[in-house]
């Protein structure tokens, strides 16, 4: 049973299926993940190279490459001008509030503090480091950064960004004969990425509150 299963994932469907179903659904969901960060758009970029990768055609890799980088751009672009509009009005807005409801104070200052010194390249990181987006983001819209100066650093951002998970997923493609096997080693990778700095920040918390807790003690 178990053997009829994994046939069954391997079977794809022809290359002209792939790319005719498969082109527009990452495209659509890259720009929807930038939009409403619930979706996992760097697993959908690696899943999504490692299926271009063994593919025949030479341009595969390139045309995953663009659609990745231009769709994370036009929804980076489209949630900036929300929030824009939010830090304009006097009673904010909904897309602001939910941006606000995502970072903790000590996260926004310290972006804050990087967007202050770092400009651009902070924008850069933003998008390479996992969960480091959204609180970049929220700064340069409380610093006013106008429309047309984020969307300069976040065209570089939003390159690297889709280059970084291409690579995985090259490199799940190359590693196994079978793209199924693939799409599961780099959709585990990019989860494993993905879920390391929130460990990192439940360890520090807890070694923080334990801290505060012993010099209570010694008081």
């Given at each position: 049973m178990t053997g009829g299963l994994l046939a069954a994932v391997g079977d794809l469907p022809p290359e002209s299926t792939q790319q005719a179903v498969g082109y527009p659904s990452l495209f659509l969901l890259v720009a929807l993940g930038a939009l409403v960060p619930v979706v996992p758009t760097g697993a959908i970029v690696s899943s999504a190279a490692v299926v271009a990768f063994h593919q025949s055609s030479p341009f595969s890799l390139l045309v995953v490459f663009l659609l990745a980088s231009a769709a994370a751009f036009l929804g980076d672009l489209a949630l900036y001008w929300l929030g824009q509009r939010g830090v304009r009005s006097r009673n904010g807005s909904r897309w602001l509030g939910a941006l606000r409801s995502r970072v903790t104070p000590d996260r926004l200052a310290h972006a804050q503090e990087r967007l202050d010194t770092h400009q651009v390249s902070v924008l850069v990181l933003s998008r390479l480091v996992p969960a480091g987006r959204i609180p970049v983001m929220l700064a340069c819209l409380l610093a006013r950064m106008p429309l047309r100066r984020f969307a300069r650093g976040d065209?570089?951002?939003?390159?690297?960004?889709?280059a970084t998970y291409q690579l995985i997923g090259i490199l799940g493609g190359s590693l196994f004969p079978e793209p199924w096997?693939?799409?599961?080693?780099?959709?585990?990778?990019?989860?494993l990425i993905s879920a390391v700095p929130a460990g990192w920040r439940r360890i520090r918390g807890d070694r923080g509150g334990r801290g505060r807790a012993l010099r209570h003690e010694d008081a």
């Open positions: 065209a570089a951002a939003c390159l690297a960004w889709a096997q693939g799409v599961v080693a780099a959709v585990g990778l990019t989860l």
